[in-house]
C-alpha cells in the first residue's frame, strides 16, 4: 500500500480467532483473505454497507428508463425494469468478484440511463429496442478492446496526480449526490436548485433534510467511537427514525414476487434489425458516446477507488485491470439483454471499502444482495435517499484527505488536477472531471517546454476525449 492510501483508509485488523475449516477456509483461500488481512465478518459488513448506499438504483434507473422503454403508456414496464436493473447488477457484480477479486460493485450507470432515455430515445426519435442495440454493441466492443489489452493502458497512461484527483473529485461527487437529492423524491435536500445562484442550501423546516442532518452527526459519532459498520448504521438508523416519525413511509410488506422481463429480454438483439440508412449515423453517434462515457466513467472509477483502496502500485497500475474491466464490459452487455442501460462500476464502492472490504468476497454479498432484493423489494424501496445521505457524505470526507499529495506548487499538475477535482461534482459525471484534467495536462506540459513528460498514450486519451466532446456537440447539441 502507499503512503498516500495508507493515510486515507487504514487496513482492517487481522483476522485472528480460530482458522477456517471446510467451506469456509475454501472461500477465504478463494478471495484470498490472510492477503488482503480481512474476515467474513469485515467483508459481509462492507458488501452490505455498498449495497445500501446503492439500493436507491433499484428504483431510480427504473424511474428514468420508463419514461422512454414502454408499450402503451409510461412505466407500464416499471416492474420488469426493477428486475432488468438487479440482474444486470448482480450479474456485473459478481463477475467482479469472481474475475478479479475486488471489492467494486456494478449496476445500470446514473446519467448515462438519463442520456438514454431522453437524448437518444425521445429526442433522437430512435427506438427503444435499437437503443438497447447500441448497449449491446458498445458492450461487445468494450469486450474486445480488454481482450487486446487497451483499456488496461489506458489505465496506466491517466497521470498520477490526476488520479488523485479523480479520488477526490469522487468524494466530491458522493457528497454532492448524497445532500443534493430531491426533497420531492425522498433526498435530504441539504442542497437546492435556485435560480439567483444556482444551488443553494436547503430548509431545516423539510423534515427529511432534519433528519438527514442529525443522520450525519450520529454517523459521525459512530465513526468517531470506531464501531464496526458505522456506515451502516447510520443508514439504518435515519431510515428507521424517518419511519418512526412518519417522514418516510415504512415499508408495505416483507416480500414480494418479482417479474421477469419477457417484454424487455432479448429486445437489443431484435433492435439491430430497426438500424437503417436514415438512423444508421444517430445509431453509430449514439452508440460511441455509450462507449466514451462507459470507459472513462470506469477508467475514473477504478483509478479512484483502486487509489483509496491502496490498489495502485508504484507504476500506477491496477493489478489485474483487465479481468476487472472484463467484468465491466460482461455487465454492459448482459445488461442490454436483460434490457437496461449501461452497465458500470460505482463510486459507492467506496462506502463498502471504507467499512474494510478488500476482496471479491465483499461483491459477491453485494452481487447476492440484488437478486435478494428482487424478493424483497418493498423494504429496500423504502429506504429513503436522506438516509444514504450520512454515509455518502462521511466516505467524501475519507476521500478528500488524499488532496494533499497533489503537486499544487506546479501548475503544469495543479490546473488539470483542480479541472478534474470541480467538473467531477459540477457536470455530475466522473467522465467530465477526467476528460477536462486529461486535454489540460498535455497543453500545459507544451505550455512549459515539458511534453516529454506526456505519454503517447495520455496523448491518444486527450484526442479520444476531444473527439467524444465532438460527437455530443455534433449530434446532441
Known amino acids: 500500500m502507499t503512503s498516500e492510501t495508507s493515510e486515507t483508509i487504514k487496513p482492517p485488523p487481522p483476522p485472528g480467532g480460530p482458522s477456517y475449516s471446510g467451506w469456509q477456509a475454501a472461500l477465504a483461500r478463494r478471495f484470498k483473505f490472510a492477503e488482503y488481512r480481512t474476515n467474513f465478518r469485515t467483508e459481509m459488513l462492507a458488501g452490505l454497507t455498498t449495497f445500501m448506499t446503492m439500493g436507491y438504483i433499484l428504483v431510480v434507473n427504473p424511474l428514468i428508463l420508463s419514461d422512454a422503454i414502454f408499450l402503451s403508456q409510461p412505466r407500464d414496464l416499471f416492474s420488469e425494469l426493477i428486475f432488468a436493473t438487479a440482474v444486470s447488477a448482480a450479474i456485473g457484480t459478481l463477475m467482479m468478484a469472481l474475475l478479479a477479486n475486488y471489492p467494486f460493485a456494478l449496476a445500470p450507470g446514473m446519467g448515462i440511463n438519463a442520456f438514454f432515455a431522453y437524448s437518444v430515445v425521445l429526442q433522437l426519435g430512435i427506438s427503444w429496442q435499437t437503443a438497447l442495440s447500441c448497449v449491446l454493441v458498445e458492450g461487445i466492443i468494450f469486450i474486445l478492446l480488454t481482450v487486446s489489452d487497451l483499456r488496461r ?26 445532500l443534493g437529492s430531491s426533497i420531492e423524491t425522498g433526498g435530504a435536500g441539504l442542497i437546492v436548485a435556485n435560480e439567483a445562484t444556482k444551488t443553494a442550501f436547503g430548509s431545516f423546516r423539510e423534515p427529511a433534510t432534519l433528519l438527514a442532518t442529525i443522520g450525519i452527526f450520529f454517523t459521525a459519532f459512530l465513526m468517531l467511537r470506531r464501531v464496526k459498520g458505522a456506515l451502516l448504521w447510520g443508514v439504518v438508523g435515519t431510515a428507521l427514525l424517518g419511519w418512526v416519525l412518519g417522514v418516510a413511509a415504512p415499508p408495505t410488506g416483507l416480500v414480494e414476487i418479482p417479474q421477469f422481463p419477457v417484454h424487455l429480454f432479448g429486445q437489443s438483439v431484435r433492435g439491430l434489425a430497426g438500424i437503417n440508412a436514415g438512423n444508421f449515423w444517430d445509431f453509430f453517434a449514439a452508440m460511441l458516446v455509450f462507449l466514451f462515457v462507459d470507459m472513462f466513467d470506469t477508467i475514473g472509477t477504478l483509478a479512484g477507488v483502486g487509489k483509496q483502496a491502496g490498489y495502485i502500485d508504484e507504476n500506477g497500475e491496477l493489478p489485474r485491470a483487465n479481468q476487472a474491466l472484463l467484468a465491466d464490459a460482461i455487465g454492459t452487455t448482459a445488461g442490454a439483454i436483460v434490457g437496461t442501460s449501461t452497465v458500470t462500476t460505482y463510486v459507492e464502492s467506496a462506502a463498502g471499502i471504507s467499512e474494510g472490504g478488500r476482496t471479491g468476497f465483499t461483491a459477491l454479498v453485494v452481487g447476492v444482495l440484488f437478486i435478494v432484493a428482487l424478493l ?53 459525471s466522473i467522465a467530465s472531471g477526467l ?7 498535455p497543453i500545459l506540459k507544451i505550455f512549459q517546454g515539458r511534453q516529454r513528460e506526456v505519454s503517447l498514450v495520455t496523448w491518444i486519451l486527450a484526442a479520444i476525449f476531444i473527439a467524444r466532446y465532438a460527437f455530443i456537440t455534433f449530434r446532441f447539441g
Open 435 to 441: 476528460s477536462a484534467g486529461l486535454i489540460a495536462y
Open 153 to 178: 493502458h489506458l489505465i496506466t497512461a491517466v497521470p498520477e496526480g490526476i488520479k488523485i484527483a479523480t479520488t477526490v473529485g469522487i468524494g466530491l461527487f458522493l457528497a454532492y449526490i448524497g
Open 376 to 428: 424483497f423489494g418493498p423494504i429496500f424501496e423504502a429506504i429513503p435517499a436522506f438516509a444514504t445521505a450520512p454515509a455518502l457524505l462521511i466516505v467524501g470526507v475519507l476521500m478528500m484527505m488524499s488532496v494533499v499529495y497533489i503537486k499544487w506548487d506546479d501548475l503544469t499538475e495543479a490546473i488539470p488536477a483542480f479541472l478534474t477535482i470541480f467538473f467531477i461534482p459540477m457536470g455530475f
